[in-house]
T-cell receptor
Framework: AQSVTQPDIHITVSEGASLELRCNYSYGATPYLFWYVQSPGQGLQLLLK??????LVQGIKGFEAEFKRSQSSFNLRKPSVHWSDAAEYFC??????????FGTGTQLKVEL | SAVISQKPSRDICQRGTSLTIQCQVD?????MFWYRQQPGQSLTLIATANQGSEATYESGFVIDKFPISRPNLTFSTLTVSNMSPEDSSIYLCSVLPGGSRNTEAFFGQGTRLTVV
């Protein structure tokens, strides 16, 4: 069965600093990969997705993610974090079907 | 894209009672799902709501506890039955407008349920 791992439960960064959130997947073939953000009291918003092709994908709000097959990773990055980026971030994948498997999430705190 | 309206947004319920959550989509969608997010946890798929047939439940979830209706391609309900405090969670409706796995899943705002 497929699984998604987010090793970091909490991350704190200073505003303006760079950010990298880690995500590892477990699936025999290449999964479809997603990053979602959940702000307090809000639903989930898609930041970006990877299906195939260029392994560096650009998303909304200045986020990008890089798919590395050799490391089974799909880490999310942002060069300069803004205070409004404080939220919970979920990595997710679909394997052979339509159902999303979510990681446990990473709570991002931004220090001013 | 798809706009999802989920009701109620939150509720506080007595144990032993049931709550029905509604999910309305602004367009016809083939795939509709219900997720649970327990406090401080990730999202867990409860079931796939199938139009015109019984829902498909994931391991650990049963129809008697979480009956689901899907009368048409734009609407679904999830009932949380005989509630206990352990059912306190956020319940989210999700749709895949394209119906295939490489399309974006859209989520409702969620229903925050507290059972006392």
């Amino acid at each position: 069965a497929q699984s998604v791992t987010q090793p970091d439960i909490h991350i704190t960064v200073s505003e303006g600093a760079s950010l990298e959130l880690r995500c590892n997947y477990s699936y025999g073939a290449t999964p479809y990969l997603f990053w979602y953000v959940q702000s307090p009291g809000q639903g989930l918003q898609l930041l970006l997705k990877y299906f195939s092709g260029d392994t560096l994908v650009q998303g909304i709000k200045g986020f990008e993610a890089e798919f590395k097959r050799s490391q089974s990773s799909f880490n999310l990055r942002k060069p300069s974090v803004h205070w409004s980026d404080a939220a919970e971030y979920f990595c997710a994948s679909t394997g052979g079907g339509n159902k999303l498997t979510f990681g446990t999430g990473t709570q991002l705190k931004v220090e001013l | 894209s798809a706009v999802i309206s989920q009701k109620p947004s939150r509720d506080i319920c007595q144990r032993g009672t049931s709550l029905t959550i509604q999910c309305q989509v602004d367009s016809q969608v083939t795939m509709m799902f219900w997720y649970r997010q327990q406090p401080g946890q990730s999202l867990t798929l409860i079931a796939t709501a199938n139009q015109g047939s019984e829902a498909t439940y994931e391991s650990g979830f049963v129809i008697d506890k979480f009956p689901i209706s899907r009368p048409n391609l734009t609407f679904s309900t999830l009932t949380v039955s005989n509630m206990s405090p352990e059912d306190s969670s956020i319940y989210l409706c999700s749709v895949l407008p394209g119906g295939s796995r490489n399309t974006e899943a859209f989520f409702g705002q969620g229903t925050r349920l507290t059972v006392v």
